[in-house]
């Protein structure tokens, strides 16, 4: 069974770090990304990396935000530094492997300002 489990999430002062973690088991996957959805706002995505360490970055974020992963763990690690009340969002792991995409349960982060 796929499974996505995500954690790390929280309330932060604007200007202070948080770093998320989601951990895959069931399958290698390919691609991995954090994606980030506002109240009212579509689902976006903060950043990608491939298994082979490629990344993509979105810019409101580049600068600040770090994605990682550790390929024998199966996990993805976002660093997000300087945080910004813009920030705050339901964060969400997502993972390709072949035509599958897959969706963790999304963590919480809130920025106060």
């Known amino acids: 069974q796929v499974q996505l489990t995500e954690s790390g999430g929280g309330l932060v002062q604007a200007g202070e770090s948080l770093r998320l973690s989601c951990a895959a088991s069931?399958?290698?996957?390919?691609?991995m990304a954090w994606y980030r959805q506002a109240p009212g706002k579509q689902r976006e995505l903060v950043a990608d990396?491939?298994?082979?360490?490629?990344?993509n970055y979105a810019d409101s974020v580049k600068g600040r935000f770090t994605i990682a992963r550790d390929n024998p763990k199966n996990t993805v690690y976002l660093q997000m530094n300087s945080l910004k009340p813009e920030d705050s969002a339901v964060y969400y792991c997502?993972?390709?492997?072949?035509?599958?995409?897959?969706w963790g349960q999304g963590t919480q982060v809130t920025v106060s300002s």
């Open positions: 997502n993972a390709v492997s072949g035509s599958r995409m897959y």
């Open positions: 069931g399958i290698i996957f390919i691609t």
């Open positions: 990396m491939t298994y082979g360490g490629s990344t």
